[in-house]
């Protein structure tokens, strides 16, 4: 199901304009060696333009036409091959060193069997050696109070935003409220949240093997205290020509 219509579509850019970009596409640039990218969940180009400014092709499946309206309505859209389909199932052309999901858009398969089933079609579309990152969230679970459920993740005037747990199912869903110029936008999306380990035993299922977990683009530790994860895994096979 597509959740990012025409209103999350409108409003995308400026939601994340704050967001990282640079050291994004530096940690990309770098795995990738020159070699062409898979963006899964491309969206309206946020990384994959400038990672394609910087050298690297990029080809992006994303399930949105909305999404993928906003993008091709930017610069250099017109380098950027796109296929629309379920990034968990759906088929680009061409073998890729890199392939990535950021802003954890992996939670966004609401079925642990999605998720496998998208590590697996990630392997397909691999170089032997390429690697497959993930910037995704740590489950909060510690941080709800007890017998309780629900977290807020932003609360500032105008922007409400709160995470609601089904603990036995392993699933979130995300409700967002938005006040501009007088006017509410409200939007809930469900996502499946992942842990570390589980990630890995995908990978490892899909044929391949953690490379890296850093906390952050800029390559900080992984620790306990962390909130999120960046994880690289590497298809078995000869390390690609130029790779990290």
């Known amino acids: 199901m597509n959740h990012f219509g ?7 850019d400026s939601d994340c304009a704050d967001m990282p970009v640079e050291t994004v596409v530096s940690f990309l640039k770098g795995l990738a060696g020159g070699g062409p990218a898979l963006e899964l969940g491309i ?3 946020r990384i994959a333009l400038p990672l394609s400014d910087a050298g690297v092709p990029v080809h992006g499946i994303d399930l949105s036409p909305e999404m993928l309206e906003h993008l091709r309505a930017k610069p250099g859209a017109d380098r950027i091959g796109v296929t629309i389909g379920d990034f968990a199932t759906a088929t680009a052309p061409g073998r890729f060193r ?7 858009t992996i939670m966004n398969l609401t079925a642990q069997d ?3 089933a998208c590590f697996a079609n990630v392997a397909d579309h691999l170089e ?3 690697f497959f990152v993930i910037e995704v969230e740590v489950p909060q679970l510690q941080r709800l109070p007890p017998g309780e459920t629900v ?4 609360v500032q005037p105008g922007r409400l935003g709160f995470d609601e747990y089904d603990i036995a199912n392993q699933g979130m869903i995300s409700h967002h409220y938005v006040i501009t110029d007088g006017v509410a936008r409200t939007m809930s999306m469900p996502f499946r949240y992942v842990w570390p380990g589980e990630l890995d035993l995908m990978a490892k299922m899909a044929g391949m ?3 890296e977990r850093v906390t952050d683009w800029e390559r900080n530790p992984f620790t306990s205290d962390s909130e999120k994860h960046v ?3 590497r298809k078995e096979g000869p390390k690609p020509v130029g790779g990290a």
């Open 231 to 233: 994880s690289v895994w």
């Open 43 to 45: 969206g309206t180009g």
């Open 209 to 211: 093997r953690l490379h």
């Open 151 to 154: 977290r807020p993740f932003t």
């Open 98 to 104: 890199l392939a990535y999901l950021v802003f954890n």
């Open 6 to 12: 025409a209103e999350v579509a409108k409003a995308y």
């Open 114 to 116: 999605d998720q496998v």
């Open 128 to 130: 032997p050696g390429g």
